[in-house]
């Protein structure tokens, strides 16, 4: 019986506004480098999926484009329902309002925002390392001071908050904002009850404000739930912007379209304000429509069948690299689709820096991208979300072209 959604056609993305693609040996220090002649790209380092959206979203979108005007509109209470539902059915998020919803142009334009009504230029930002290069570029790029909390990995090699650390980073440096990634990348984690109430019983302590990027929530692999920050107590509630968008589960990067949820009501209402200073921060028409596709029944259920798919790609990944690459660690990620590995013992048992294993990789078409910039050193970061063929052939290539003894 032939599967209900696509996720083995291997698409040809070339030219068609891929920056995964089109950006291969383009961006120096950013991009990997193009490969030798001989070998194709596969596409492992820009987060976006290498699938073919939901047909649900195609077919909304579709719809929308038989109208011929694009003229000022407001968002429809559709739009609002679509995600009241949605965070309802899928997280168990109730209580949440259309007053609490607020549009973004994009999950990194809503942590501006609210960082710019919960504390002052020059003020450090707790974060977590390793950390989403996108967090640390905003802060740098509007003022902000950020100070790095590690994640430690425990002796079953699973990635864990230091919750002494935090507090003595947020007595030190008097610290009243943290930026919060759950599910967290690169590593993966979908942190459980126990370990959010305590890291929201220290934000308590200490009252420090929380942004909440949750945009990875929808990518679970089998057995792992998301808990909203916002479910974690009423005082979590109450102090949390919690950042949404359909980009990372329905592959739509390029249409943009992000939201906050915000119970607290003079919280909600400043960063609404800022949100608002600039013209431009508006809702594109079929961005919304969009989303309203996707937030269907058969848009659920294709998340349903991606997370299966993924779910077996970490799984095959994680045990060939166990198997095949010795000295090199790695975590089993429990949500996201991305892999973060630990390099280091194979590079000094082989005398090679990172950069040269990267190069190495880059060079037979595993576009895989430096970890380091992620605040994780010996660190390279690998995006699984392509049709199982392809991960396999990337180990392949790996297996007889990189990790080798020389």
């Not at 069948?305 to 993924?310: D, I, N, Q, R, S």
Request: net charge negative; proline share 5%.
């Amino acid at each position: 019986m032939k599967p209900k959604f696509d996720f083995t056609t291997i698409m040809d993305r070339r030219g068609k506004d891929a920056m995964a693609i089109d950006g291969i040996g383009k961006i120096p220090g950013f991009a990997p480098d193009a490969p030798e002649e001989g070998f194709d790209v596969i596409p492992m380092w820009v987060a976006d999926m290498n699938f073919p959206t939901a047909p649900s979203i195609i077919a909304a979108v579709k719809e929308r484009l038989e109208h011929p005007a694009f003229g000022y509109f407001g968002p429809s209470e559709e739009y609002f329902d679509s995600i009241i539902r949605w965070l309802s059915e899928r997280h168990g998020m109730k209580g949440v309002t259309k007053e609490c919803i607020g549009y973004e142009n994009g999950v990194l334009g809503g942590v501006v925002s609210a960082l710019n009504v919960m504390c002052s230029r020059g003020e450090g930002i707790l974060l977590h390392t390793p950390c989403y290069i996108g967090f640390t570029s905003v802060l740098k790029n509007n003022g902000y001071h950020p100070v790095f909390s590690p994640l430690v990995r425990d002796q079953d090699g699973i990635w864990r908050m230091d919750l002494l650390d935090m507090e003595e980073k947020i007595k030190a440096k008097h610290i009243h904002t943290a930026i919060f990634c759950s599910p967290h990348n690169p590593t993966g984690r979908v942190w459980e009850k126990k370990e959010l109430e305590e890291a929201f019983a220290l934000f308590q302590k200490y009252d420090v404000q929380v942004i909440s990027d949750e945009i990875w929530s929808d990518i679970l692999l089998s057995g792992h739930t998301h808990i909203p920050s916002q479910m974690v107590s009423e005082d979590a509630r109450m102090r949390t912007v919690s950042l949404y968008a359909p980009s990372k589960t329905f592959n739509l990067a390029g249409l943009v379209g992000s939201y906050h949820v915000i119970f607290n009501k003079t919280l909600r209402e400043r960063v609404d304000k800022e949100s608002s200073m600039t013209h431009y921060n508006s809702m594109n028409v079929l961005s919304m429509h969009a989303l309203i596709g996707a937030y269907r029944k058969e848009g659920a259920e294709w998340v349903d069948a991606l997370c299966e798919v993924l779910t077996e790609n970490v799984r095959y990944a994680t045990d060939f690299i166990r198997t095949h690459f010795q000295g090199v660690s790695v975590s089993k990620p429990e949500g996201t689709y991305m892999l973060f590995l630990d390099c280091r013992q194979w590079c000094q048992d082989h005398g090679k820096t990172l950069a040269q294993l990267e190069q190495a990789g880059w060079r037979v078409g595993v576009a895989w991208q430096d970890g380091e910039m992620f605040h994780g050193p010996w660190s390279i970061r690998m995006n699984l979300a392509l049709p199982f063929g392809r991960v396999q052939e990337a180990m392949e290539r790996l297996q007889k072209y990189v990790f080798i003894d020389d």
